[in-house]
């Protein structure tokens, strides 16, 4: 079994499994992350369900014509990088009313449903809720909460399994191009969030990395209350600012994800409910420089939404500080 990317292994034995068992679903949906590899995720199951020997051995006849990319019972829409709307779906239930061919299951992939308009989601629905013999649907997603709750009702979501630090640490330095020590390694794979092919491609990109270090440290600052939003806001460059904000609404993330740990965790003294003269079973929340977890939530909702002003004509700089300096405000 091709173990290229070890962090799909949990997803692939569960799917193997349902094979063997035979009872594989109609549908089935998967939140798609950046810099993962999560893409070709799609294409793995895919070749589980149509080779021979249901594991992708890449030997048979099957898995030959996936390499080749002609395999007739396999049909693929990139909702991400294309444009798809209601012809293009009905077109595709058409495809997948046809007569698969070598007794195999037909297969649509979708990537990127939530980039569906209503209208076109819609009309899967319809196709979902009376799917055609021997079909089956491969659905990934970056936002479920934009992909219509009808749909996500039919279909079996699959959960990836979060990477080991000693997994991921092992497989960059096997991949990296260079000799790096592990404590580089670790300290990358930090910087990258954990997001394997992110860190892969820092490890030896030294200006790159200091570049990021510098962003973080800034970000950091502003948070905690050290700088403004407008030294912020001098930082962010026209063409990468869809890159930077998604880099902030990362920090963030990992923010609340370690605060929310250090709130709940059994040996964190935080994690205990504390009486005082108002609530008798009131809970105590760790903070971060006086920063609560509802600072940190309502600051990743403000950079969400500059990341959807970000490909309009809006002057997004006088928004960013607008927005930031109004989140600096509320915190005091």
Known sequence: M????PWHASV??????????????HAMLFRWRLDYGDSVLGWRIAEHILCDKQVACGACKHCRLLTEGTHPNLLFLDVMNDKVGIEQIRALEQQMWQTSLFDKPKIAYIQGVDSLSEGAQNALLKTLEEPPHNALFILSVQNISRVLPTIISRVQRLHHGKIADDVLLQWLQQHSCTSVAQTVVASTAK???????RALALLGADDAVRQLQQEKSQ????ISGKNSASVLASHLDKEQAPAQLARFCRYTQSMIHVLFERSTSDNSELAYKRANNHHENSVQYATWKGVSLQDLYRLHDALMALRRLADTNVNLQL???TSLTDWQHERK
Do not use: C, G, S, W
């Open 2 to 5: 091709n173990d290229r990317y």
């Open 12 to 25: 692939l034995k569960h799917i193997h499994t349902q094979l063997v068992e035979n009872r594989q679903p």
């Open 191 to 197: 910087l990258a969030d954990f997001a394997p092919l």
């Open 219 to 222: 970000f950091a600052d502003f």
């Open 319 to 321: 928004q960013f500080i």
